[in-house]
């Protein structure tokens, strides 16, 4: 019973790692499809008159595509709940509130 579970949890965290780097690599494919778009630097221009033409776009769209997959894919992952989160349904331990100290203090009168 116990692996079972253990086998479906697994199965749904592959799922959410694979889907969220398939959307980071589309948001990236559009942010580099944009970035020659708008021909930033004169990128668009450098890239059409160069002859290694194919690499450089392979290049581009790649980084762009691997940089936001894996921002997404780790935003994703580091935003999943904890164990101690999903146990307890009626909240837990409340976080620090930190408030800022106000000090009287006396004004100097300037040095002459």
Not at 49 to 63: E, P, V
Request: hydrophobic share 55%; glycine share 10%.
């Amino acid at each position: 019973m116990r692996q079972n579970r253990d086998s479906r949890i697994q199965s749904r965290l592959v799922r959410l790692m694979i889907s969220n780097w398939m959307l980071g690599w589309a948001v990236g494919f559009a942010v580099a499809a944009l970035v020659l778009a708008s021909n930033v630097a004169g990128i668009r221009d450098l890239m059409m008159r160069s002859d290694f033409m194919i690499q450089g776009l392979a290049l581009l769209f790649g980084g762009f595509g691997m940089f936001f997959g894996g921002v997404v894919c780790a935003t994703a992952v580091m935003l999943l709940p904890t164990e101690e989160e999903s146990e307890n349904d009626r909240g837990g331990l409340a976080a620090p509130v930190l408030l800022p100290a106000y000090v009287l203090a006396r004004a100097r009168s300037p040095r002459g």
